[in-house]
């Protein structure tokens, strides 16, 4: 078993590293984007049962992690790229593309199927929870490498 395969313990790093993601910080954000997301909304479930609220932020939860999902998936695609102003173009396109999709999602939820505003923004904003963890786990990390008095030993 080699080194970057034992460091591949849950099976759904394993998945993710399938898939292509294989840089060890962005899988980890797709991960734990994916957990959040799938054990709040489920949380939310139990609490509060099939009410609005809870199907609304399980809505905005999902939305946000699909998103998230490609933009990590294109970001890995671009960042490989040989043509660079391809690459821009593509991001650009990519990017509007997805931000217009999204806010017809969000129309659709919140128009259509009635969906709870306070709700959705919550499970959307899950993201930000995501975000905060990944840097608050990546300044611990750096602080136990230095030494306590900032002296080189």
Do not use: H
Request: charged share 15%.
């Amino acid at each position: 078993m080699t080194a970057k395969s034992k460091a591949l313990i849950f099976p759904l790093d394993r998945m993710l590293f399938r898939k292509g993601f294989v840089d060890a910080d962005i899988r980890m954000l797709v991960r734990n984007q994916i957990l959040l997301a799938a054990f709040s909304s489920a949380f939310c479930l139990v609490v509060l049962g099939l009410s609005a609220w809870a199907w609304s932020y399980c809505a905005g939860a999902v939305l946000v992690t699909v998103n998230f999902w490609f933009l990590a998936e294109f970001g890995r695609r671009v960042a490989s790229s040989r043509d660079k102003a391809k690459a821009v173009v593509s991001t650009l396109f990519r990017f509007y593309l997805r931000l217009g999709l999204t806010g017809v999602a969000l129309y659709a939820l919140l128009v259509w199927a009635g969906a709870r505003p306070v709700a959705l923004l919550a499970g959307v904003s899950i993201i930000v929870v995501n975000f905060l963890c990944w840097g608050a786990a990546r300044v611990a990390a750096s602080a136990t490498r230095e030494a306590p008095n900032g002296k080189e030993a």
